[in-house]
């Protein structure tokens, strides 16, 4: 309680209060991610269930157009889904898929600006020199390899199962660069005070060093860089799928329901792909906004 | 200067070789290519004359240099799905690709300079604003979305502009382009825009800040001091000196643009090398991934060579900063 209050009364929830976009943002990204968390209790259709489908529903339009019907708020696609349940439970794919491919990139990109940064001489210089080269490529262009690799590599059959954890890997390798060129630099500063040199008087491993003395203190930066590669990796997670080389359709994500729209926009169902689009540009743009908010209030140049 | 070069060249040799032999991996570990080539009743004297014939039973090294010497020459087997050339496919699509990466290039350079210089110059006009604010919306778009929702406006609901291909093309010697037919330019509007408009925010907010940073300088005040117009100011001296990192970003830029390439080339069905390879990458056609993947290897190290020796002409900072630090 205590803690809440002077959360409440500190300079970061003070900054929240007075930008009322951001405010809007917060507001947006909580309600994106409580329905997709809990899609299962807030979709009014589960989309996955075939007994529950019924194709003369298919094509629906919106409920306040003429043929609506008001039990498809959002329309239905060619199967009879419910749009606004699909979104739902696809931006909870496309939420998994960024949140853990942002974790373990994090977690990567950490260790390895670490020991770069620590250790530093030849291992450091092949480090940076790796990751020298491969920021010169975009991140969408090395995801697609990774994926278009893992498919021919892995067995057909086992292609659906293991779809997800290829696509986390993908985007997750893709973007540990600028974890590690970041925390790599703050721990060459972090590395020459006082406190890391008494750690070492007192013979604790350099190991231990890094990861308990050094690591807290070069966090604050990599945070903020995390909630805004979470908007990035749910971009690609959803080009990887509008390409075909992401999820599986039998478990869409957004991008993956883009697609299946993106073949009905000349036959007038403009719907199948509008809201899936629209609710993933929403998103995006809200975590974006809450990035950089969280960037400046944070930035203590800036107060 | 030449001891740079050289040092840039070795650089960019190492990372091809680097390349080429995930390409030659993809090639050899994954997936057996003689099962892959031969039809599924080959016997096996069949499969052994064939690896015979492929080089397969040779050592590793040997095998790679081959592929290495192959590759350079652009013999890079024939596509499992088309039963063609790889090389031929490729140079037969790239005109397309080149072609729209060159509008889309453009197009972010003719319009972003002149809006990054109009946000910097007035930066509090509601203008400015609205062109900030337009920005940061076409950053969260993804490229995807903005060539469906261009579809959809202007091809489907307004039905004034072509949806997908290349409309017609005509053969300059092997070049096929579609600058010189009015159905031909009429398909690039759409794919360009899409194609453009990312880079295009990239340039007009990076001309925006630079400028914002220029006119700060001394020697802008000092002109302004000297009586000269507000014209002279700002395009003859503030303009100029922004455009050295705007040419060096654009430059880097020219490589995710044809990357970026598959994604607009998938949308709008557009026949060029990124629809081939996500076609491959569907069908796992290997030979024409590990090609896709060499070019695309040596257009971003040569596009990187050239930056890198451009900034060093430009900059003379750069060269004894270089030469003092030894090494990197």
């Given amino acids: 309680m205590d803690a809440l209050r002077r959360f409440m009364d500190g300079d970061i929830f003070y900054s929240f209060r007075r930008s009322p976009l951001t405010i809007v943002a917060a507001v947006v990204t909580v309600v994106c991610v409580f329905s997709a968390v809990f899609a299962g209790w807030v979709a009014p259709h589960n989309p996955f269930d075939l007994k529950t489908l019924n194709l003369l529903d298919a094509f629906t339009p919106p409920a306040w157009t003429d043929r609506g019907n008001p039990n498809f708020l959002l329309g239905t696609d060619d199967q009879g889904r419910d749009v606004l349940s699909a979104i739902m439970y696809g931006s909870r794919v496309s939420l998994m898929v960024g949140f853990f491919a942002v974790m373990l990139a994090m977690v990567v990109g950490i260790a390895l600006g670490l020991v770069s940064g620590y250790v530093g001489g030849k291992v450091d210089a092949f480090i940076m020199r790796v990751a020298d080269v491969q920021l010169s490529f975009p991140a969408i262009l090395i995801a697609l390899l990774i994926d278009g690799v893992a498919r021919v590599a892995l067995p057909k059959d086992s292609h659906d199962t293991l779809a997800l954890y290829v696509l986390v890997l993908a985007i997750a390798a893709s973007g540990w660069v600028q974890y590690a060129r970041t925390v790599r630099g703050s721990t060459l500063v972090e590395r020459n005070k006082e406190y890391v040199q008494a750690a070492r008087v007192i013979g604790r491993h350099p190991v231990a060093i890094m990861f308990s003395h050094v690591l807290p203190n070069v966090l604050g930066p990599v945070l903020v860089l995390a909630t805004l590669h979470i908007a990035t990796a749910i971009i690609t997670e959803a080009t990887l799928s509008f390409l075909g080389v992401g999820v599986p359709p039998t478990q869409p994500s957004l991008g993956t329901l883009i697609r299946i729209g993106n073949d009905f926009l000349f036959s007038g169902e403009w719907w199948i792909t509008v809201f899936p689009g629209a609710w993933l540009v929403i998103m995006v743009l809200a975590m974006n906004l809450l990035g950089d908010w969280l960037r400046d209030a944070l930035n203590p140049k800036l107060r | ?328």
């Fill in chain 2, 1 to 328: 200067m030449i001891a740079f070069v050289i040092r840039r060249l070795v650089q960019g040799v190492l990372v091809m070789l680097v390349v080429g032999f995930i390409a030659f991996s993809l090639f050899n570990f994954v997936g057996d290519p003689v099962s892959l080539m031969l039809p599924p009743e080959a016997t096996q004297a069949d499969r052994q004359a064939m690896r015979e014939n492929l080089g397969l039973d040779r050592p590793f090294y040997v095998q790679f240099t081959t592929f290495v010497a192959n590759a350079v020459q652009g013999n890079f087997g024939i596509s499992l799905r088309l039963g063609r050339p790889v090389s031929a496919l490729l140079v037969e699509r790239m005109p397309a690709t080149l072609e729209l990466a060159f509008i889309a290039a453009s197009l972010a350079l003719v319009v972003g300079i002149p809006l990054g210089v109009y946000t910097g110059l007035h930066r509090n006009s509601w203008l400015s604003r609205l062109f900030l604010a337009g920005s940061l919306i076409g950053v969260s778009l993804p490229t995807f979305l903005i060539g469906i929702f261009l579809i959809l406006i202007f091809a489907v609901w307004l039905g004034v502009l072509p949806s997908f291909g290349r409309g017609d093309t005509v053969m300059v010697g092997a070049w096929s382009t579609g600058f010189l037919t009015t159905s031909g330019l009429r398909a690039l509007i759409l794919p360009s825009i899409t194609l453009g408009l990312f880079q295009l925010t990239l340039i007009m907010r990076l001309v925006r800040s630079e400028m914002l940073e220029v006119l700060r300088t001394d020697y802008i005040k000092f002109a302004r001091a000297r009586g000269l117009t507000s014209r002279a100011v700002n395009f003859g001296h503030a303009l100029k000196n922004t455009l050295v990192p705007v040419i060096t970003i654009t430059g880097l830029q020219l490589g995710s643009i044809i990357a970026f390439a598959i994604i607009t080339e998938t949308v709008f069905q557009w026949p060029g090398m990124g629809l081939l390879f996500i076609q491959a990458v569907q069908f796992a056609d290997i030979p024409v991934m590990a090609a896709y993947l060499c070019l695309i290897g040596f257009i971003f190290v040569v596009i990187n060579l050239v930056v890198d020796m451009l900034y060093y002409l430009v900059d003379p900072r750069l060269r004894i900063d270089r030469s003092a630090a030894g090494g990197h």
